[in-house]
């Protein structure tokens, strides 16, 4: 069964400073998905930023950045220029073929004016 | 605009009561999903209905019956629950291979419905 580590329940930044959220995952699978999602306070969860796993190139969404390590089993969310907005909770999670997410516990960012 | 809407967004019931959460995507998909959000606890899958077909059941007790009547609703119907169901119940869609659309693998929340049993 897959599994998705975040050993770091929680996070702090200062405004317009860059932060890296960590995230581990152990699978036997080749091909599969790798996702950020973010949920801010109160608010829906919407995705951040997805990652296929037969490619390469680290994915990039304007101030959001990956550094995806196949061999590692490492996928870590780099955010740019932190904004207040950027507050939330940010779920790892890993995706195969039809099988549902599996999601790791969350790291909870607070950004500071 | 959210594509997946979820009522009510609180509800708060007795122990004895019975009620239901409902779910519904504008999407397209042909998945959806129930997931439970506990304070300090990952997300917990709940029930996967693929093409309304239930495919998963996550060893969820009982007390929690989904029902899925098309592939654009799906509902939680509650009954007899413990103060320890109290949490947030989220709703999710995707497109999962097996039809025309591309499968993205990416699912689409709802914003939750914050449960309290008293």
């Known amino acids: 069964a897959q599994t998705v580590t975040q050993s770091q329940p929680e996070m702090s930044v200062q405004e317009a400073e860059t932060v890296t959220l960590s995230c581990t995952y152990d699978?036997?699978?080749?091909?599969?998905?790798l996702f950020w999602y973010k949920q801010p306070p109160s608010r829906q969860m919407i995705l951040v930023i997805r990652?296929?796993?037969?490619?390469?190139q680290n994915a990039t969404e304007n101030r959001f950045s990956v550094n995806f390590q196949k061999a590692a089993k490492s996928f870590s969310l780099k955010i740019s220029d932190s904004q207040l907005g950027d507050t939330a909770m940010y779920f790892c999670?890993?995706?195969?073929?039809?099988?549902?997410?599996?999601f790791g516990k969350g790291t909870r960012l607070s950004v500071i004016a | 605009e959210t594509g997946v809407t979820q009522t009510p967004r609180h509800l708060v019931m007795g122990m004895t009561n019975k009620k239901s959460l409902k779910c519904e995507q504008h999407?397209?998909?042909?998945?959806m999903y129930w997931y439970k959000q506990s304070a300090k606890k990952p997300l917990e899958l709940m029930f996967v209905?693929?093409?309304?077909?239930?495919?998963e059941n996550n060893s969820v007790p009982s007390r929690f019956s989904p029902e899925c009547p098309n592939s654009s609703h799906l509902f939680l119907h509650l009954h007899t629950l413990q103060p320890e169901d109290s949490a947030l119940y989220l709703c999710?869609?995707?497109?999962?291979?097996?039809?025309?659309?591309?499968?993205?693998?990416?699912?689409?929340f709802g914003e939750g419905s914050r449960l309290t049993v008293l």
């Open positions: 999670a890993f995706g195969s073929g039809n099988t549902p997410l599996v």
């Open positions: 209905y693929n093409f309304k077909e239930q495919t």
């Open positions: 999407l397209g998909h042909n998945a």
């Open positions: 990652q296929e796993a037969y490619k390469q």
């Open positions: 699978t036997s699978e080749s091909n599969y998905y």
């Open positions: 999710a869609s995707s497109q999962r291979t097996g039809s025309t659309k591309p499968n993205t693998g990416e699912l689409f």
